[in-house]
T-cell receptor, first 114, second 107 residues
C-alpha cells in the first residue's frame, strides 16, 4: 500500500521563476494538504483541497496556488519565487470522514531558490 | 498560531520509558489531540491521536487528563531510532504545528 508520494525530491530554482510540485495521496484518501517547513521550524499550513476545491487556506500570499485532480492527486504552484520560499514542501493526505482522521505525510520536496 | 506548549528538548535513556508532556489548555470540546514525530529530512510521521479517552497503539500510549488541558505521550521502551522532534497538535480539520520537543535517546 503506497503512502504519500511527492515529486521531485529536490529542486533548484532562480528568483522570479515559477515552480510546480506534485503529490499523490495515500491510497483511499480524498483530501490533500500542503505545508511549508523552513529550516529549524515546524511545518506551516498552506492550504487544503477536497473535491478539487480549496477548502481552507493558511497565511500565504496568492503566489501560492494549488489544484486537485479527479484522482485526488494534487499540485502546488508557486509564482515569482523569492529567496524566502526556500523550504521543504510537505504534502499530506487524509480522509474527510470520519472526523478527526489523521494526516499522513510524504517526505517532501526540498526547494532551493537562488 | 499553535495552541499547544511543549518543552523544547528532553533526554531519555535507551530502554526506558519516554514521557513527553503537552499543554493544550485552550482546546475546544471537539478538537482532537494528535502526536507526530519528525526524523531529520523526513516528513512528519503520525503516532497517535485521541479525543477524551486514553489511547494505545503499537507505537505509543496517549494519556489525556480529565479536563483535557494537557496530555502525555508515552514511548514505553525508547530506542535510539526514537530520537526525533515530537509535535503535539490540537485541532480537528487542519494541523497547526508548533516547535515541538526534540527527544534525544542516548545509549
Amino acid at each position: 500500500d503506497a503512502g504519500v508520494t511527492q515529486s521531485p525530491t529536490h529542486l533548484i530554482k532562480t528568483r522570479g521563476q515559477q515552480v510546480t510540485l506534485r503529490c499523490s495521496p495515500k491510497s483511499g484518501h480524498d483530501t490533500v494538504s500542503w505545508y511549508q517547513q523552513a529550516l529549524g521550524q515546524g511545518p506551516q499550513f498552506i492550504f487544503q483541497y477536497y473535491e478539487e476545491e480549496e477548502r481552507q487556506r493558511g497565511n500565504f500570499p496568492d503566489r501560492f496556488s494549488g489544484h486537485q485532480f479527479p484522482n485526488y492527486s494534487s499540485e502546488l504552484n508557486v509564482n515569482a519565487l523569492l529567496l524566502g520560499d526556500s523550504a521543504l514542501y510537505l504534502c499530506a493526505s487524509s480522509l474527510v470522514a470520519p472526523r478527526g482522521s489523521p494526516l499522513h505525510f510524504g517526505n517532501g520536496t526540498r526547494l532551493t531558490v537562488t | 498560531d499553535a495552541k499547544t506548549t511543549q518543552p523544547p528538548s528532553m533526554d531519555c535513556a535507551e530502554g526506558r520509558a519516554a514521557n513527553l508532556p503537552c499543554n493544550h489548555s485552550t482546546i475546544s470540546g471537539n478538537e482532537y489531540v494528535y502526536w507526530y514525530r519528525q526524523i531529520h529530512s523526513q516528513g512528519p510521521q503520525y503516532i497517535i491521536h485521541g479525543l477524551k479517552n486514553n489511547e494505545t497503539n503499537e507505537m505509543a500510549s496517549l494519556i489525556i487528563t480529565e479536563d483535557r488541558k494537557s496530555s502525555t505521550l508515552i514511548l514505553p521502551h525508547a530506542t535510539l531510532r526514537d530520537t526525533a522532534v515530537y509535535y503535539c497538535i490540537s485541532h480537528t480539520d487542519k494541523l497547526i504545528f508548533g516547535t515541538g520537543t526534540r527527544l534525544q535517546v542516548f545509549p
